[in-house]
């Protein structure tokens, strides 16, 4: 593997590991942080690297391609390096092999840093940064590690924002009203997802053909009609066992951090990864090239389809997973990205894993069970390219979400809504174009036929495209309830007075800050945990918030506080801090989000969005907390139990 390689593979590791992976000193260095007062608002960092014996730590580069300098990063722009990181003893000059025997300035024992900063503003008592650096031995180069410190300086003020509140106990309200047990509803719905894209899965050039090919085989080589019956479940029990293993690393990840795979639906970068990848898929599905797995892969577990019965049939189940995956793989990918950006929990995925699996397991068992069924499938030909295509629009279309999503978070503006909506408007009148042979893609029959079924599609797409038109303008008709939590927020827009966003709610942003103003207008608090890229938050402020009854209520009744949980925006030095858990495990509270995250984990044991709980004045719950509730009278009823348990209360 080359150096260029290498460094790819590490860095894409760490990203998804994220800065939690080197919290802690690396094996090859074991760093210690001290600070020193220079003047008012000034300080000098000293940074001591014990470098282990016959390993280096590379410093500064001269020319060698691929290797960058030793850096220090803090994130709190209020924090300024007064100069470069300077190095009072253990740098040494070395022609580096690794790099071409470029030389570079290396450190092999001990080696000590000195940085100056001044911070403008309040000074904080802990100063946190990290260390990026490179180490390396003999051929051996290990790129972008980090250290991440937590220094003390000297005069300065520590402004812990409150987090674990104590007074709320959900075990205890003053109301019962709110939701309970309602989780199970939400993963069905998310299980029936799965099994549709399953099914749609199964019409695909990769998967159709073998139905016919696998039923046979069972029905012929199992001796007896019952026998062929068994292992034909036996070989879709392993289809859907396959899908259900591929969800447990998520279940790992989520018993470490709760909020992690939150987190990753959110994270910026991981958001435009999808948006190339979906596009990759895309191209892929219009026919100028195939993703598939390792051929080896393939040809290993093909081998062993013929050891034992039951082995055998398993592996035949993976092979049917290897060699579809190409046609699968993007739906499975929707499928995976969908659940992750929904909640941020992993039992959501596997719900959805299933379905699909089932989706896709569930005629092969059948037809084998009843093979007869088998002379009412339309033959294979040019309709199976055709419904790939389709879903290479529809992937598209999906990649424009993800890119909308790290639009929001960040708060570019580069897709507002009528822009976003725009591209789905011009990817469906394409789409349309396509389906009536006006555009045609590699693998494409030279002469299209138009039949009833396509007619239908035909006339989907186009609705679906004309209903999607009053979207780019500023009028009532733009609000496409239909769609609604897809596109960006309604106020999101290239309009400057958008006419569907004067709703006249503006919930405050920070929870301290509502609170004093519910103290001051004896109303209870009622807190709205949201995000910039949550779905079924812009459903509510959509369609629920608007309603006339709802929204008196909300605006009138009530103190309205709206906490992002996926605000980038980094907190001021003095405010961030190194939280314990309620689990006694550590967090750093570096942005906002990170803040408000914490604060429903530990407060309201959630992490999905939206969450809305009702306080009284004394910070205890009146009622049960509520999710997602597209039924307006629904919600009203929870809000007025709210305020009869605040009138109860005083």
């Known amino acids: 593997m080359g150096l260029g390689l290498r460094k790819i593979v590490f860095l894409v590791a760490a990203f998804f590991l994220g800065h939690h992976a080197f919290a802690q000193d690396s094996s090859y260095v074991q760093w210690t942080v001290s600070s020193k007062k220079t003047g008012n608002g000034q300080y000098e960092l000293q940074l001591k690297g014990k470098v282990q014996k016959e390993k280096l730590l590379y410093l500064f580069t001269k020319d060698a391609e691929g290797l960058d300098s030793i850096a220090l990063l803090f994130t709190d722009s209020s924090i300024v390096k007064a100069g470069a990181v300077q190095i009072t003893t253990g740098s040494s000059s070395y022609a580096d092999p690794v790099f071409d025997n470029k030389n570079v300035f290396v450190a092999r ?142 279940h790992l990840l989520d018993q470490t951090d709760p909020e992690i795979l939150n987190n990753i639906s959110t994270n910026v970068w991981l958001n435009i990864i999808f948006f190339i990848v979906f596009v990759v898929f895309a191209i892929s599905f219009f026919g100028y090239f195939e993703i598939t797995l390792p051929g080896n892969f393939a040809n290993k577990a093909d081998s062993k389809a013929s050891v034992g019965s039951t082995f055998g049939i398993f592996f035949m189940a993976l092979t049917l997973a290897i060699v579809s995956f190409s046609c699968t793989g993007p739906i499975l990918g929707s499928l995976l990205a969908g659940a992750l950006t929904k909640d941020g929990g992993a039992m959501q995925l596997s719900f959805g894993m299933g379905g699909f699996g089932l989706g896709l397991a569930l005629p092969f068992a059948l037809f084998a069970m009843f093979p007869n069924w088998l002379q009412s499938l339309p033959k294979s030909g040019g309709w199976l390219n055709t419904v790939k295509v389709v879903l290479g629009f529809l992937e598209l279309a999906m990649a424009v979400k993800f890119l909308s999503n790290a639009d929001l978070v960040k708060q570019w503006h580069i897709l507002p809504r009528e822009v ?23 693998h494409d029959d030279k002469k299209v036929k138009i039949g009833t079924v396509r007619w239908i599609f035909i006339a989907f797409f186009a609705a679906a495209t004309i209903y999607l038109i009053p979207g780019v303008t500023n009028s009532k008709a733009a609000n496409l309830t239909l769609i609604s939590g897809f596109p960006p927020p309604l106020c999101y827009s290239v309009y400057k007075h958008p006419v569907n966003c004067e709703t006249s709610l503006e919930p405050l942003r920070d929870y301290e800050q509502a609170l004093e103003l519910a103290r001051k207008e004896n109303k209870p608090l009622l807190v709205d945990f949201t995000g910039w890229a949550c779905v079924n938050c812009r459903r509510m402020e959509e369609n629920v918030w608007t309603n006339p009854e709802v929204l008196e209520l909300m605006k009138n009744k009530f103190v309205v506080v709206s906490l992002y949980v996926d605000e980038r925006k980094v907190l001021p030095a003095a405010q961030q801090q190194t939280f314990t858990t309620k689990t006694g495990g550590k967090k750093e509270i570096i942005t906002v989000g990170d803040k408000w995250a914490t604060f429903q984990s530990e407060n309201f044991n959630a992490v999905a969005q939206p969450q809305y709980a009702i306080l009284g004045l004394d910070e205890t719950a009146l009622t049960k907390t509520k999710g997602y509730t597209p039924s307006a009278a629904e919600f009203k009823q929870w809000l007025e139990c709210g305020l009869d348990a605040f009138a109860k209360k005083k």
């Open 420 to 442: 976003f909506i725009g591209i789905w408007v011009v990817i469906g009148f394409l789409l349309v174009l396509y389906l009536l042979g006006f555009i045609k893609f590699p």
């Open 109 to 250: 024992d001990e080696v000590v840093l000195l940085q100056k900063i001044a911070i403008n503003g309040v000074v904080p008592a802990q100063l946190k940064g990290t260390v990026v650096y490179s180490t390396g031995g003999k051929e051996e180069f290990l790129p972008a590690q980090e250290f991440l410190f937590d220094v003390k300086l000297e005069g300065g003020v520590a402004q812990t924002a409150r987090i674990k509140i104590n007074s709320i106990d959900l075990n205890n309200t003053a109301s019962d009203c709110g939701d309970e047990g309602t989780e199970g509803k939400s993963l069905w719905g998310i299980f029936l997802l799965g099994l549709v894209g399953g099914f749609i899965a199964l019409l695909t050039p990769c998967v159709f053909p073998l139905i016919p090919l696998t039923v046979s085989f069972f029905t012929k080589r199992s001796g007896s009609r019952a026998k062929g019956i068994s292992n034909a479940l036996l070989y879709g029990f392993f289809i859907f066992l396959i899908y259900i293993l591929l969800s447990i690393p998520f």
